[in-house]
């Protein structure tokens, strides 16, 4: 059954103030004067439209990420670098939140996993005093952004919960610019900062719990330099369930003496999809870009990609894994292995377009492209392994039962020797895996706090 068509919606007002009304403009003034719209100017830069009606919590995500300047480390569309919300698609998949929607504890979990830092809380973890304290230094400073999740009907606007960027404060009047990201259906509209909070201060009927606001600012370095988790298809949950609790249990529950044996035992039983749960991101130029000049920040970059490769076959462990795999005659998936093209999409580079051989020293895949003399390597199972190694919690080893073994594994996987971007790239994937393992045991709304 068809519906009828909609244009827009009346904004109830009062209690809402439209931004572009003469009233409006003045807040705005009123508040520019009085330095609580600094955050304003980088949000409503990036401002976007929700693409699908039940991706308000996406959009404003996406919206917040890329008014930060947060690298999303992978492209977008074309050569592009740039969060969509169809790449938000870790913690729930989007053919889900497109039909139900997203609750705030996911879009917490999104926050996290692409590597900004937050803080969020529910109206039963805070006050409405706090709440303007952290409204106000968002407002005076562009490096915070707020999204708050509430109920419309608060405001007499048609629908329930809904999220949406805090775009300024005018303390005067105490009153919070949501930037609505539901553009076809309302415009920005400043609302008095109690009716906010009352708004918020609401049940969401999907999870029983209260909703809230988050504050997201930037990390102290870009996540995911090199490997990042995915969870695109349902797989990613039977292997984070693998990862977190089969493999303590199967290193306990077997005899293990030797590091090769541990390796044995964890990588027989490793679901054959682990290719698409942790990948690589690499980047490499086509044919027809050879003879286009990178940047010197695309240059540096990449060389960073290759330095922390480098640190990664630098370690003992990397060696164990190279040893092991080669002694079970182990070998890449060409498709996961080739670089992804760099300027024109997601082709895979073809035999036509590069030289593509394995270097026996290193394992890893040699690719020079066609007219290129520099040979750039790119990670391979090796080194792919290793990271996952890497990324487990130090306690997965400790029902070795073996005590010299026990040891030896704990210093192989010590992060005390390691340069510091390879300390900050395991890091990174042991929170991404911490948060995914909380999203497959549906505790993303229990617990907001960032990962240990």
Known sequence: MSTASLYRRFLPSPPAIDFASVEGKKIFNEALQ?????????????????????YCGLASLSMVLNSLSIDPGRKWKGPWRWFDESMLECCEPLEIVKDKGITFG????????????????????????????????CSTSDNCHMISTYHRGVFKQTG?????????????????????????????????????????????????????????????REPGLLYTLSCKDESWTSIAKYLKEDVPLLVSSQHVDTIERILDVVFKSLPSNFNQFIRWMAEIRRTEDINQNLSSEEESRLDLKQELLKQVQETELFKHVEKFLFSVGYED??????AKAGSQGSEILSETESDESCCPETCVKCIKGVGE??????????DVFTALLLALPPQTWSGIKD?????????????????????QEVLHLRRQLQLLKRCQENKEDEDLSAPA
């Open 373 to 382: 003399d520099k040979v750039k390597t790119y990670p391979s199972g090796n």
């Open 160 to 220: 329930t919960g809904h999220f949406s960027p805090i775009g300024g404060y005018n303390a005067e009047r105490d009153m919070a610019l949501i930037l609505d990201v539901a553009r076809f259906k309302y415009p920005p509209h400043w609302v008095p900062l109690k009716l906010l909070w009352d708004a918020m201060n609401s049940i969401d009927q999907s999870t029983g719990r209260h909703r809230g606001f988050m504050l997201i600012s930037r990390p102290h």
């Open 403 to 423: 005590q010299s073994l026990l040891q030896e594994m704990k210093q192989l996987i010590s992060m005390v020797s390691f340069p510091t971007l390879l300390q």
């Open 106 to 137: 996911k879009v917490v979990c999104l926050a996290h996993s692409s590597g900004a830092k937050v803080q969020a809380f529910r109206t039963t973890q805070s006050t409405i005093h706090d709440f303007r304290k952290y409204v106000f230094k």
């Open 34 to 54: 009085k330095g609580t719209m600094e955050g304003f100017f980088r949000l409503i830069s990036y401002f976007q439209t929700q693409s699908e009606p039940a």
């Open 333 to 338: 998936n060409k498709a996961y292995v080739l």
